[in-house]
Nanobody
Framework: QAQMVESGGGLVQAGGSLRLSCAASGRTSIWYGVGWFRQAPGKERQFVATINWNSNSTYYAASVKGRFTISRDNAKNMVYLQMNSLKPEDTAVYYC??????????????WGQGTQVTVSS
């Protein structure tokens, strides 16, 4: 079992920055990685970024590459998503998920409740 709790969402103007945090608990040693996904109203859930729990390798969606940075602190069981140069189209509920290391939400077993990010134009 595991529990994921996101925080750090909010309202920001276009061009601004936010840092999301994900606190993880449980058997982290069995995870391949932790990912961030997002879901905008009326749209399907979308992959954002993922980080390998052991190797620190990362992988990003093309839409956020160069603007977002995923990082982790294994000692604190924390994963972060630094979001810069935010755009209105980044508006969504952001979820962190544990288990896999891929861009498919099917590979992740444990999900948080999400945190809202709203980017105004």
């Amino acid at each position: 079992q595991a529990q994921m709790v996101e925080s750090g969402g909010g309202l920001v103007q276009a061009g601004g920055s936010l840092r999301l945090s994900c606190a993880a608990s449980g058997r982290t040693s069995i995870w391949y990685g932790v990912g961030w996904f997002r879901q905008a109203p009326g749209k399907e859930r979308q992959f954002v970024a993922t980080i390998n729990w052991n190797s620190n390798s990362t992988y990003y969606a093309a839409s956020v590459k160069g603007r977002f940075t995923i990082s982790r602190d294994n000692a604190k069981n924390m994963v972060y998503l630094q979001m810069n140069s935010l755009k209105p189209e980044d508006t969504a509920v952001y979820y962190c998920a544990a288990g896999g290391y891929s861009n498919s939400d099917f590979d992740y077993d444990y999900w948080g409740q999400g945190t809202q990010v709203t980017v105004s134009s």
